[in-house]
């Protein structure tokens, strides 16, 4: 379970998120829609422990992580995705898996390879070599390896063919499934609706509107409609 409450968080030139409060219980995949610049990043950076808020709370299973570093929020079973991938354009998957694995739960190499469509064909492939597809799935794989109990996705289908936000929808899916717990951020509508158990509206840094998953699923057009109307 990760809930955050009051949060507030910026940088030098401001505050950039006003107050954020939400929870996601485990298992449920959250979804932060929101413009470019609302502030979804930040939001993400602000649980992860890359930004230290300057109020609010984060708790992770009733842990309170706010403002720790992010090796003791991972250490709290907290992994990230980060937006743009961040690979290692001359590293093999396999050595990005061998970094990564930290023999901790479940997730072994061979399972999060199992899990993830494209990338045990790859094993060899440096970085720079893969698809932005295979480059998502990688970046998924290095999170899964420190078995996290809770994961945040920033924009994880970013410039990726409609095939691929698929299989990214396939994997959400399934690790909710699994019982994790997914806080993921997108300026997409299409893709919050179709893999997330509830929906936050994010403008200029509040939450300025919350629907169910079978809500948006029912009616794409009040998700869409309620981006719309908070466009900068
Ligand atoms: N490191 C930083 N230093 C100063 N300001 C920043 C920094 N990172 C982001 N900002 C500012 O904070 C605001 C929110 O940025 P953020 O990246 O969180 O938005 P976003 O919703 O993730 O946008 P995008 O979809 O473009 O990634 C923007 O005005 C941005 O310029």
Do not use: I
Not at 62 to 83: K, S
Not at 108 to 137: C, I, K, N, Y
Request: overall charge positive; aromatic content about 2%.
């Amino acid at each position: 379970m990760l809930e955050l409450s009051g949060l507030t968080a910026g940088y030098d030139g401001g505050t950039v998120l006003h107050g954020v409060g939400l929870s996601v219980p485990e298992g449920t995949v959250h979804a932060v829609v929101g413009h470019n610049g609302a502030g979804k990043s930040t939001l993400v950076h602000a649980v992860a422990g890359l930004l230290a808020p300057a109020s609010g709370t984060v708790l992770v299973d009733g842990a309170d992580v706010t403002g720790r570093p992010a090796h003791r929020v991972a250490r709290a079973g907290v992994g990230l995705v980060p937006q743009g991938r961040r690979v290692f354009a001359g590293l093999t998957v396999n050595e990005h898996l061998r970094l990564s694995y930290r023999g901790k739960g479940d997730w072994t190499p061979d399972r999060v390879l199992g899990l993830l469509p494209g990338l045990a064909g790859r094993r060899g492939h440096r970085g720079a070599q893969l698809s932005g597809g295979e480059q998502q799935m990688l970046a998924l794989a290095r999170a899964l390896l420190g078995a996290p109990r809770v994961l945040l996705l920033d924009e994880p289908t970013e410039g990726l063919a409609p095939v691929v936000v698929r299989r990214v929808r396939e994997v959400v899916v399934t690790l909710a499934g699994e019982g994790m717990t997914l806080l993921l951020v997108s300026p997409s509508p299409g893709f919050a609706a179709a893999c997330a158990d509830e929906v936050s509206v994010l403008t200029a840094g509040r939450v300025t509107g919350r629907f169910s998953g079978p809500e948006v699923r029912a009616d794409p057009e009040r998700l869409r409609e309620a981006l719309a109307l908070t466009r900068p």
